[in-house]
C-alpha cells in the first residue's frame, strides 16, 4: 500500500518542486488489453492519476478483507489543508496499521486503525478532485484488469 501512495504521488508531481512540470499525469493514452489478453484496435485515453488512486482503494480494502473487518465504523473521511499534508498523514496511517498489525494490537484498535486510514484515503481522493462516479467506475474497471489478472496467474 505504501509503494502504491507512491505511485500515486508521483503522478499527482506536487512534491517536484524542482520541476517547472507539477500539474498531475491525469491524462495518458494507452493501448487496451482485452479479457482474452489480446490488444483492442486503437487507443484508449486514461488518467493516471485516478487510476493510481483506485489502486490504493484496491489495496487497503484488500487488507480490510484480509484483517476480516466486519464492519468498519467508516463515517465521511477527512480532509487536510492541503494534498501534500494529506498524502503525508496517509503514509502515517499506513504505518500506524502496519505496526499495529506486526505487534498484534487488539482487535477494536486495527479496526480503529484502518477506518482512519480509509478515511484518509477517501479524503485524499477528494483532494485530488475526483467524484464518487469516476472513482466508481474506475474501481470498477481495474477490479475487471485485476480478476482477470489472477485467472491469468499474472
Known amino acids: 500500500l505504501q509503494v502504491e501512495l507512491g505511485e500515486l504521488a508521483n503522478e499527482a508531481r ?16 494507452k493501448s487496451k488489453l482485452s479479457p482474452g489478453g489480446e490488444f483492442y484496435r486503437g487507443i484508449y485515453e486514461a488518467n493516471p492519476l485516478l487510476e493510481e488512486y483506485v489502486d490504493c482503494l484496491h489495496f487497503i480494502l484488500s ?30 496511517d499506513i504505518s500506524k496499521l502496519d505496526r499495529a498489525i506486526r505487534n ?28 464518487w462516479e469516476q472513482i466508481e467506475t474506475a474501481y470498477l474497471d481495474k477490479n475487471k484488469i485485476n480478476h482477470e489478472r489472477q485467472r491469468s496467474g499474472y
Do not use: C
Open 14 to 29: 506536487f512534491f517536484k518542486f524542482w520541476s517547472n512540470d507539477q500539474e498531475p499525469r491525469t491524462k495518458t493514452y
Open 63 to 92: 487488507i480490510g478483507l484480509e484483517l476480516k473487518v466486519k464492519m468498519p465504523y467508516i463515517i465521511g473521511d477527512y480532509e487536510a489543508p492541503n494534498v501534500i499534508r494529506q498524502f503525508n498523514f496517509v503514509f502515517e
Open 104 to 131: 498484534e494490537y487488539e482487535e477494536s484498535m486495527i479496526t480503529d486503525i484502518y477506518d482512519e486510514t480509509v478515511r484518509g484515503i477517501l479524503g485524499l481522493g477528494s483532494l485530488l478532485g475526483f467524484t
